[in-house]
């Protein structure tokens, strides 16, 4: 096997841990010796062990770390978080070399886990598939370098090119197939906002129903509290932010939160990084959406466009960026585009 297939292998692990690391990035860790993988692992949950840690601790021989070489899809940490330094183990465990995909550009890190490993004698290359790693955890580094959450649109619009009718319903549009995919990737992100008009009208759950996994964190923007307390958004049952210019109030799972008049979609973003939330779904309605295009404030649009037809309606939202992929999801067709 060459250098760039351990890397490869280490990147599946890292993506086992989609949904489940955050605010912490995905990684996967491979270690080889004498041409063969002797130890494996990955970040399985915010909170627990690394993917270094993983790795040592799946080589039963402990002896075969000495001279092995590592690989891993990110700069091993350098500081004392919830688990101990990555890098000071990889040192303790005197192994011989480890590649490295990306750069951590992370403050806490930058560069102090490479250090630590090259002070110890130990070889260190860097950028092996790092576009590949990057790409993986963009999420995570439009975090740390753009100081927001990454954002996903997210709409199904008609043949015809509208989100709702008249009377703003809007239910179904896309098929059963679509609707579970929704709820694998809420699963997947930290959050998920809709506008007054979606929760008042579609009166969504915004859970996760379909899949298997946590909740994302559920934000409604009602700047003038006019929507009913009997809407499924406020039901308690998941953490939920209702972003107004009333009032700030903590009521069990619900958090009030006071803006300024006029408030921005750039200082809604400013709020979520300060709560650490790395990534956020905008559900709608086509106002909220059009308001994330306007600001440029997106990073990716997920479009369902299905057979129906309302002949009038709600026109759906426009992305002037060419779909970098089309999925057909049985008679839905699914584009995804992206900002960058």
């Not at 008009?197 to 964190?217: F, H, I, M, S």
């Not at 990084?273 to 649009?301: P, T």
């Given at each position: 096997?060459?250098?760039?297939?351990?890397?490869?292998?280490?990147?599946?692990?890292?993506?086992?841990?989609?949904?489940?690391?955050?605010?912490?990035?995905?990684?996967?860790?491979?270690?080889?010796?004498?041409?063969?993988?002797?130890?494996?692992?990955?970040?399985?949950?915010?909170?627990?062990?690394?993917?270094?840690?993983?790795?040592?601790?799946?080589?039963?021989?402990?002896?075969?770390?000495?001279?092995?070489?590592?690989?891993?899809?990110?700069?091993?940490?350098?500081?004392?978080?919830?688990?101990?330094?990555?890098?000071?183990?990889?040192?303790?465990?005197?192994?011989?070399?480890?590649?490295?995909?990306?750069?951590?550009?992370?403050?806490?890190?930058?560069?102090?886990?490479?250090?630590?490993?090259?002070?110890?004698?130990?070889?260190?290359?860097?950028?092996?598939?790092?576009?590949?790693?990057?790409?993986?955890?963009?999420?995570?580094?439009?975090?740390?370098?753009?100081?927001?959450?990454?954002?996903?649109l997210k709409w199904a619009q008609t043949q015809d090119g509208f989100v709702a009718r008249e009377d703003f319903s809007s239910k179904w549009i896309s098929n059963s197939a679509s609707r579970q995919l929704v709820h694998k990737w809420r699963a997947e992100?930290?959050?998920?906002?809709?506008?007054?008009?979606?929760?008042?009208?579609?009166?969504?759950?915004?859970?996760?129903?379909?899949?298997?996994?946590?909740?994302?964190?559920?934000?409604?923007?009602?700047?003038?509290?006019?929507?009913?307390?009997?809407?499924?958004?406020?039901?308690?049952?998941?953490?939920?932010?209702?972003?107004?210019?009333?009032?700030?109030?903590?009521?069990?799972?619900?958090?009030?939160?006071?803006?300024?008049?006029?408030?921005?979609?750039?200082?809604?973003?400013?709020?979520?990084?300060?709560?650490?939330?790395?990534?956020?779904?905008?559900?709608?309605?086509?106002?909220?959406?059009?308001?994330?295009?306007?600001?440029?404030?997106?990073?990716?649009?997920?479009?369902?466009?299905?057979?129906?037809?309302?002949?009038?309606?709600?026109?759906?939202?426009?992305?002037?960026?060419?779909?970098?992929?089309?999925?057909?999801?049985?008679?839905?067709?699914?584009?995804?585009?992206?900002?960058?």
């Open positions: 096997m060459k250098h760039e297939d351990y890397m490869r292998r280490a990147l599946e692990l890292a993506e086992m841990g989609r949904g489940r690391v955050s605010p912490n990035p995905m990684v996967g860790c491979v270690i080889v010796r004498e041409d063969k993988i002797i130890g494996e692992g990955y970040h399985q949950q915010y909170g627990k062990a690394h993917a270094e840690v993983n790795a040592v601790n799946a080589i039963e021989n402990q002896e075969l770390l000495e001279g092995a070489t590592v690989y891993v899809t990110l700069e091993p940490c350098a500081h004392y978080g919830k688990t101990p330094p990555c890098a000071n183990l990889l040192v303790e465990k005197r192994v011989g070399k480890v590649f490295i995909a990306a750069f951590d550009t992370n403050p806490l890190v930058g560069g102090k886990g490479i250090q630590i490993l090259k002070d110890a004698g130990i070889e260190v290359e860097i950028g092996l598939l790092e576009n590949e790693a990057r790409w993986q955890n963009r999420r995570f580094f439009t975090q740390i370098e753009n100081k927001r959450p990454y954002v996903i992100e930290d959050a998920i906002v809709v506008g007054k008009n979606t929760a008042k009208y579609d009166d969504p759950a915004l859970n996760v129903r379909d899949w298997v996994g946590k909740n994302p964190l559920r934000i409604v923007i009602d700047s003038k509290l006019e929507l009913s307390e009997d809407l499924k958004i406020f039901d308690q049952a998941v953490p939920t932010i209702c972003y107004n210019t009333l009032k700030s109030e903590e009521k069990g799972h619900l958090h009030y939160v006071k803006m300024k008049p006029g408030f921005t979609i750039d200082q809604i973003l400013e709020d979520l990084f300060q709560r650490n939330i790395q990534s956020l779904i905008v559900e709608g309605g086509s106002y909220l959406l059009n308001k994330f295009i306007a600001s440029e404030l997106w990073d990716e649009a997920r479009v369902f466009t299905s057979q129906n037809k309302f002949g009038a309606g709600v026109a759906a939202p426009v992305i002037n960026k060419p779909a970098s992929e089309t999925i057909q999801v049985l008679e839905d067709r699914l584009t995804i585009h992206y900002h960058v």
